[in-house]
C-alpha cells in the first residue's frame, strides 16, 4: 500500500554555486561514492534525498549520508539506506521505495513513492 509520495526540483545551476561556496555540503549531504558525481548528477540526487524526506513525512531518524542513490545494472536508480536511517524507515512501516530521477534544461527532479507491507 502507498504511504507517501514525495517530489523535489532542484536548479542544478544554482545547486553547483551552493557546493562551490559551501564545499563542506558533499560531505554533508552525501555518501563517498556519490561526491565523485558530476554536478548535474549530485543535484538528482539532492533532489532524491529530499523527495524521499518528503514521502516519509518526515526528517526524524534520517540523516543525509545514510541515504545513497545507486545505480542497478539496468541503469535504474534505488536507495541504498543504512545505518540508523534504514531503521527509521522500517520502524515506520516502510517495506519498498521506488524512485524516478531526471535532468535537463539545467533542472534536476526526483519523484518517491513509499509503500508499506500493508494490504488495502
Known amino acids: 500500500m502507498i504511504v507517501g509520495i514525495g517530489v523535489d526540483l532542484v536548479d542544478v545551476p544554482r545547486f553547483e ?9 558533499l560531505a554533508r ?16 540526487r539532492y533532489a532524491a534525498k529530499e523527495a524521499l524526506i518528503k514521502a516519509l513525512g518526515g526528517s526524524d531518524g534520517v540523516h543525509w549520508t545514510e541515504i ?6 539496468s541503469g535504474r536508480p534505488r536507495f541504498d ?3 540508523s536511517t534504514a531503521e527509521a524507515v522500517a ?4 517495506t519498498r521505495t521506488h ?20 494490504t488495502v
Open 91 to 94: 520502524a515506520r512501516g516502510i
Open 29 to 44: 549531504l552525501f555518501a563517498p561514492a556519490e561526491r565523485m558525481l558530476k554536478p548535474h548528477s549530485l543535484a538528482a
Open 81 to 83: 539506506l543504512s545505518g
Open 99 to 118: 524512485l524516478s530521477l531526471s535532468h535537463d534544461a539545467g533542472l534536476a527532479i526526483a519523484y518517491v513513492i513509499v509503500e508499506s507491507g500493508e
Open 68 to 73: 545513497e542513490v545507486v545505480s542497478e545494472a
Open 17 to 25: 554555486r551552493s557546493i562551490a561556496r559551501t564545499p563542506r555540503l
